[in-house]
T-cell receptor
Framework: NAGVTQTPKFRVLKTGQSMTLLCAQD?????MYWYRQDPGMGLRLIHY???????AKGEVPDGYNVSRLKKQNFLLGLESAAPSQTSVYFC??????????FGPGTRLTVL | EDQVTQSPEALRLQEGESSSLNCSYT??????LFWYRQDPGKGPEFLFT???AGEEKEKERLKATLTKKESFLHITAPKPEDSATYLC???????????FGTGTRLQVFP
C-alpha cells in the first residue's frame, strides 16, 4: 500500500519549457489536490478534483492545468514554465473532503 | 477573510523541556482544525483533527486542544525526533478546502 506517490522527485526547467507532474494514489479516494509550498507561505491549493473526470480551480491556478482521466491519477501540467513557479509541489488525496494524505513532493526549479 | 496564524515561527527546546505551539484562526464557521507534522524534504503527515471547542486529542508526547479562537499543540518532554515543522489548517462549512498556516519549525536538541 504505497499511499500517494509523485513523479518526478526533482526537476529543473528552463523558462518557457513545459512539463507534467504525475500523482497516483492507491487508497481509492475520490478527492485529489495539487498544492504548492513556498518559504514563508502556507500550502496553497492550485487545482483539485472531486472525482474522475472533474477538475476545479483552487487558490492559485494561473499557469497550471490538470487532468483526472482515471480515479487513481491526477496530473499537473505547466505549459510554459516561469521562474515564479519554482516551488515544491505536493499532491494529496482524501476520502470525500476529510483529512488530506500527502505525497512526498516534487521540487521544481525554473531557471 | 478566513485566516490562520501560527506562532512562534520557530522554537528551540532542550530535550525534556515542554512547550506549546499556537494556531489562531478567524473563519466563518469552523468545520474542523487539522494538525500535521512535516519533516524536511517530505510531505505533511496527519496528526489530529479537532471539531469542536473543548475537544482534546493525544498521541504519544503530543496533545492538541481547541477553543473557539485557537488551537494549541502541547509537547510534553520532547525528544530530538520530535524536531519537525508543525502545520495547522482549518476547514470551514463554506468550502471543503483547507486553509494552512505557515507552520512552526520546532528543533529539540539533546
Amino acid at each position: 500500500n504505497a499511499g500517494v506517490t509523485q513523479t518526478p522527485k526533482f526537476r529543473v526547467l528552463k523558462t518557457g519549457q513545459s512539463m507534467t507532474l504525475l500523482c497516483a494514489q492507491d487508497m481509492n479516494h475520490e478527492y485529489m489536490y495539487w498544492y504548492r509550498q513556498d518559504p514563508g507561505m502556507g500550502l496553497r491549493l492550485i487545482h483539485y478534483s472531486v472525482g474522475e473526470g472533474t477538475t476545479a480551480k483552487g487558490e492559485v491556478p494561473d499557469g497550471y492545468n490538470v487532468s483526472r482521466l482515471k480515479k487513481q491519477n491526477f496530473l499537473l501540467g505547466l505549459e510554459s514554465a516561469a521562474p515564479s513557479q519554482t516551488s515544491v509541489y505536493f499532491c494529496a488525496s482524501s476520502y470525500l473532503a476529510g483529512n488530506r494524505f500527502f505525497g512526498p513532493g516534487t521540487r521544481l526549479t525554473v531557471l | 477573510e478566513d485566516q490562520v496564524t501560527q506562532s512562534p515561527e520557530a522554537l528551540r527546546l532542550q530535550e525534556g523541556e515542554s512547550s506549546s505551539l499556537n494556531c489562531s484562526y478567524t473563519v466563518s464557521g469552523l468545520r474542523g482544525l487539522f494538525w500535521y507534522r512535516q519533516d524536511p524534504g517530505k510531505g505533511p503527515e496527519f496528526l489530529f483533527t479537532l471539531y469542536s471547542a473543548g475537544e482534546e486529542k493525544e498521541k504519544e508526547r503530543l496533545k492538541a486542544t481547541l477553543t473557539k479562537k485557537e488551537s494549541f499543540l502541547h509537547i510534553t518532554a520532547p525528544k530530538p525526533e520530535d524536531s519537525a515543522t508543525y502545520l495547522c489548517a482549518v476547514q470551514t462549512y463554506n468550502t471543503d478546502k483547507l486553509i494552512f498556516g505557515t507552520g512552526t519549525r520546532l528543533q529539540v536538541f539533546p
